[in-house]
């Protein structure tokens, strides 16, 4: 699949670099280690954590999520189109350690943008998995799947 639009590429690339890291967090919580599912997380920045393990409350986290897993796709096309494809694997790795792990889930959630908020190891942790698995495959995929004149080797 060859993909010439950059926000296209960048939102199917960011939606398909979340699967990897939705396996690990539903084997992290049926194995004990994670107390919460992502998208338990994800849906308690508009629900109250009461909710957030109901249907409809994991339909929203999974909306939530992926959208998120979307917008940071575009972001990570936008830095390659700018730095070069060079180092793609670190260039995907910043973005998602920095801007979700870091400035979202740590800041903003521990600022109360998150009903739900885990101060465990083995949540935290996954969580962290998560984010390197997903820049990881989703600047591997923007690689793979963008057209040759959309991402350029820097020179």
Request: hydrophobic share 50%.
């Amino acid at each position: 699949m060859v993909v010439r639009d950059s926000i296209a590429l960048g939102a199917v690339t960011g939606v398909v670099g979340t699967i990897p890291g939705i396996i690990i967090n539903y084997i992290s919580y049926q194995l004990g280690f994670s107390k919460y599912y992502s998208f338990q997380i994800s849906s308690g920045t508009f629900l109250l954590k009461g909710f957030t393990d109901t249907l409809s409350g994991f339909v929203l986290g999974g909306i939530i999520w992926l959208s998120t897993g979307a917008v940071l796709g575009i972001l990570i096309v936008f830095l390659l189109q700018k730095t070069g494809t060079d180092y793609w694997w670190l260039k995907g790795l910043l973005v998602s350690g920095v801007v979700m792990y870091t400035i979202i889930y740590g800041f903003l959630f521990s600022l109360g943008g998150s009903k739900v908020a885990p101060r465990d190891l083995g949540t935290n942790f996954t969580v962290l998995l998560e984010n390197i698995l997903f820049g990881l495959t989703t600047a591997f995929l923007i690689v793979r799947w963008g057209h040759k004149d959309l991402l350029k080797p820097r020179k």
